[in-house]
T-cell receptor
Framework: KAGVTQTPRYLIKTRGQQVTLSCSPI?????VSWYQQTPGQGLQFLFE???????NKGNFPGRFSGRQFSNSRSEMNVSTLELGDSALYLC?????????????FGEGSRLTVL | LAKITQPISMDSYEGQEVNITCSHN???????ITWYQQFPSQGPRFIIQ???TKVTNEVASLFIPADRKSSTLSLPRVSLSDTAVYYC????????????FGKGTRLSVIA
């Protein structure tokens, strides 16, 4: 079956703009989580959605937000972009309702802020 | 919230066994330990998961001592294609705690 799909793969924005990234999970998966990856910082958890509800949130400012639709597709939005927001943004889906299921990652959206 | 520490980098020769240790002193009772492998320009990929003692699959083993404050990923007889970044992950999808990853260990396998 198809894997996790993230769009766009690459994008360039300027400071102060906003950006929306999209994630389509594996069919049947209801949990979608988002991560920011930068050199030296590894994978930092942004938030997790399950059945259209945010049930977990990492330590990021309010400029970072997300949502999940009824078909489990998820979007994340970053407003008022800063240079430090340049990163690879990864989403992952899981088929487990609870407990630790295997996370299936997409290939990421690489954001460059100029 | 689990604080995760793992070595930044490791080197190994082909054919050797590689052990990567992850420290997670304040692991919670419900937390599982999972390891992921990431190649450049790709998302991380699941390797192995465990809760306690030892788990083995076709690619790796995971050793977890009784106190569960650390874990060791063991890769037998590594090859050049095992050159990647390995992430230790501690968490439990319950809606109460964020999913925490270590900063990753860059493994370089040398011929």
């Amino acid at each position: 079956k198809a894997g996790v799909t993230q769009t766009p793969r690459y994008l360039i924005k300027t400071r102060g703009q906003q950006v929306t990234l999209s994630c389509s999970p594996i069919s049947g998966h209801r949990s979608v989580s988002w991560y920011q990856q930068t050199p030296g910082q590894g994978l930092q958890f942004l938030f997790e959605y399950f059945s259209e509800t945010q049930r977990n949130k990492g330590n990021f400012p309010g400029r970072f937000s997300g949502r999940q639709f009824s078909n489990s597709r998820s979007e994340m939005n970053v407003s008022t972009l800063e240079l430090g927001d340049s990163a690879l943004y990864l989403c992952a889906s899981s088929g487990r309702t609870q407990g630790t299921g295997e996370l299936f990652f997409g290939e990421g959206s690489r954001l460059t802020v100029l | 919230l689990a604080k995760i520490t793992q070595p930044i980098s490791m080197d190994s020769y082909e054919g050797q066994e590689v052990n990567i240790t992850c420290s997670h002193n304040n692991i919670a009772t419900n937390d599982y330990i999972t390891w992921y492998q990431q190649f450049p320009s790709q998302g991380p990929r699941f390797i192995i998961q465990g809760y306690k003692t030892k788990v083995t699959n076709e690619v790796a083993s995971l050793f977890i001592p009784a106190d569960r404050k650390s874990s060791t990923l063991s890769l037998p007889r590594v090859s050049l294609s095992d050159t990647a970044v390995y992430y230790c992950h501690v968490g439990f999808q319950s809606g109460n705690t964020p999913l925490v990853f270590g900063k990753g260990t860059r493994l370089s396998v040398i011929a």
